[in-house]
T-cell receptor, first 115, second 112 residues
């Protein structure tokens, strides 16, 4: 089975621009979660989508948004980029059940640099 | 905030067992203990998880104390490729969605 894939792997943008990142989950997985990793804040949860609906959200401003398509692929968008948005953005997928004990599998990440 | 505490860093000699401790004194009955590792700037890699019983897979063993307030990840024969940041995470059932709360983890250096 193919793992979680993320595109693009690297991206350079300038302040004020917007960016869209893409994530394809493992086949059969219906939940996609997004995380941001920075040297200062570590790995932080952004949001989770399940069946095309945002099911859980972390503490990030509204400039960060996402969506999920009927094939479970997900995109996240960051508008009006700031220097502090430079980070590794990670996507993780899981089956999506609400019982405990489920495992999330992470993709390789997209490294975003904002100049 | 993360519900776990781990040492900031550890060293281990190549070929020896690496024992990584994790304290989770406030763990509740329905919460699992997960271990992930992250090799420099790659996505976190799932290692193992457990609820009460000790668990073993091809990568590692997880030993959970009887009171479940702490656990140890054991890499039986560490290699240089095991050098990474290891995250211990406690996670249970949530009303909505799934997310892991990552702490700073333990930076394991396997030395030749």
């Amino acid at each position: 089975k193919a793992g979680v894939t993320q595109t693009p792997r690297y991206l350079i943008k300038t302040r004020g621009q917007q960016v869209t990142l893409s994530c394809s989950p493992i086949s059969g997985h219906r939940s996609v979660s997004w995380y941001q990793q920075t040297p200062g804040q570590g790995l932080q949860f952004l949001f989770e989508y399940f069946s095309e609906t945002q099911r859980n959200k972390g503490n990030f401003p509204g400039r960060f948004s996402g969506r999920q398509f009927s094939n479970s692929r997900s995109e996240m968008n960051v508008s009006t980029l700031e220097l502090g948005d430079s980070a590794l953005y990670l996507c993780a997928s899981s089956l999506g059940g609400l019982q405990g004990g489920e495992t999330q599998y992470f993709g390789p990440g997209t490294r975003l640099l904002v100049l | 905030d993360a519900k776990t505490t781990q040492p900031t860093s550890m060293d281990c000699a190549e070929g020896r067992a690496a024992n990584l401790p994790c304290n989770h004194s406030t763990i509740s009955g329905n919460e699992y203990v997960y271990w992930y590792r992250q090799i420099h700037s790659q996505g976190p890699q799932y290692i193992i998880h457990g609820l009460k019983n000790n668990e073993t897979n091809e990568m590692a063993s997880l030993i959970i104390t009887e009171d479940r307030k702490s656990s140890t990840l054991i890499l039986p024969h560490a290699t240089l490729r095991d050098t990474a940041v290891y995250y211990c995470i406690v996670k249970g059932y949530m009303d909505y969605g799934q997310n892991f709360v990552f702490g700073p983890g333990t930076r394991l250096s396997v030395l030749p």
